[in-house]
Nanobody, 119 residues
Framework: QVQLVESGGGLVQAGGSLRLSCTAS????????MGWYRQAPGKQRELVAA???????NYADSVKGRFTISRDNAKNTVYLQMNSLKPEDTAVYYC?????????????WGQGTQVTVSS
């Protein structure tokens, strides 16, 4: 079994920064891709940023130039550096990973971490 544990959410003023972390733990697994989604109240969950094992990344248009995704493969950890935060970035942020466990690909989600940006 694999678990994703997130940290780093909180309350910040507009224009501020936060850094989210998500670490995968377990045994006999191989990470293919990791990323972040978010869900604001009354809205659908949306992709924020993703990173593949090959190093490619993609971002939602709304966060390009402000957010940066990075990975530490040795630590099985993905980070999301969020700068120039806006009130519309307020949401629960979920870590997402595509992981092979015993060579079987599966999707995993973190428990979610609240990010609140005040105006």
């Amino acid at each position: 079994q694999v678990q994703l544990v997130e940290s780093g959410g909180g309350l910040v003023q507009a224009g501020g920064s936060l850094r989210l972390s998500c670490t995968a733990s377990g045994s006999n697994f191989r990470i293919n891709a990791m990323g972040w989604y978010r869900q604001a109240p009354g809205k659908q969950r949306e992709l924020v940023a993703a990173s593949t094992s090959g190093g490619s990344t993609n971002y939602a248009d709304s966060v390009k130039g402000r957010f940066t995704i990075s990975r530490d493969n040795a630590k099985n950890t993905v980070y999301l550096q969020m700068n120039s935060l806006k009130p519309e970035d307020t949401a629960v942020y979920y870590c997402h990973a595509r992981i092979e466990v015993a060579a079987i690909p599966r999707i995993y989600w973190g428990q979610g971490t609240q990010v609140t940006v005040s105006s």
